[in-house]
């Protein structure tokens, strides 16, 4: 792993715990509701959590949304990204109040980044940033609507 990557991924890590330590409210802005298409993209994210795992879980995609937003230079193909998302995902989630109470949400949301920006480890331009911004505000949003 390359020393930005290693940072970028403490960086994330570190807001990531304090949220988690109620440091960092929850309650961040929604994400906008996605069209149709990407609603059923992400209704399994929705339909794996429920009201109390979904504010966390929501928030957490939404702030992780705005990070590779602003990232220019840091991730610059869809394998880092894929990478980084699991160890930022494993270092939110590991050991920590939502650990094992949601065993579906993991698979959903792979399969709905997967589905969206593929599986192919390419170049990330712009567009394909979009890409992946969309479907992480996409997931936040579905993680909000769980009941």
């Not at 290693?6 to 309650?27: E, K, R, S, Y």
């Not at 959590?49 to 610059?76: C, W």
Request: proline share 5%; net charge negative; aromatic share 6%.
């Amino acid at each position: 792993m390359k020393r930005t990557d290693l940072i970028a991924v403490v960086c994330l890590a570190l807001v990531f715990w304090l949220q988690i330590q109620g440091m960092i409210p929850t309650d961040v802005e929604p994400a906008a509701a996605p069209s149709a298409e990407l609603q059923a993209l992400v209704a399994p994210v929705t339909a794996a959590l429920d009201a109390k795992g979904g504010p966390t879980v929501a928030a957490f995609y939404r702030q992780f949304a705005e990070s590779v937003g602003r990232d220019k230079s840091i991730l610059t193909n869809t394998g880092q990204f894929r990478e980084f998302h699991r160890r930022a995902a494993m270092l939110m989630f590991k050991d920590g109040p939502l650990a094992g109470k949601y065993p579906d949400v993991d698979t959903a949301i792979s399969k709905a980044i997967a589905d969206h920006i593929g599986l192919d480890n390419v170049p990330i331009d712009s567009d394909k940033r979009k890409q992946i911004v969309d479907v992480l505000n996409d997931i936040s949003w579905a993680a909000g609507e769980a009941k």
